[in-house]
Nanobody, 122 residues
Framework: VQLQASGGGLVQAGDSLRLSCVASGPTWVTFVGYHMGWFRRAPGKEREFVARFRSGGKTYYADSVKGRFTIFRDNAKSTVYLQMDSLKPEDTAVYYC??????????????WGQGTQVTVSS
């Protein structure tokens, strides 16, 4: 499984961005069963959880992004998205997508994407 993340960029506070993560390797039928997630690493900080979308439809968000970010997926395209609205400078980070191919409740990543940079200026 290879994960290709894209969509990052430089925006101003209050703007929106949509990140995409395409999974190549599995068929879309197999992708349906994956638990997909987004994480981020800000400068000088450890990687942290942002959002995840479990197979079956359940979504989870970090408190810091709840109400501003939305994770959704297009299984036919083997793609998971992260819609980020009302961006803040503290959202500046490298964003990574990840896949738990066993759809575990606790989300244990089996694969990681390469990361895409999001920079929010004040």
């Amino acid at each position: 499984v290879q994960l290709q993340a894209s969509g990052g960029g430089l925006v101003q506070a209050g703007d929106s961005l949509r990140l995409s993560c395409v999974a190549s390797g599995p068929t879309w039928v197999t992708f349906v069963g994956y638990h997909m997630g987004w994480f981020r690493r800000a400068p000088g900080k450890e990687r942290e959880f942002v959002a995840r979308f479990r197979s079956g439809g359940k979504t989870y968000y970090a408190d810091s992004v709840k109400g501003r970010f939305t994770i959704f997926r297009d299984n036919a395209k083997s793609t998971v998205y992260l819609q980020m609205d009302s961006l803040k400078p503290e959202d500046t980070a490298v964003y990574y997508c990840a896949a738990d191919i066993h759809n575990r409740l606790a989300f244990i990543p089996d694969y990681w994407g390469q990361g895409t940079q999001v920079t929010v200026s004040s």
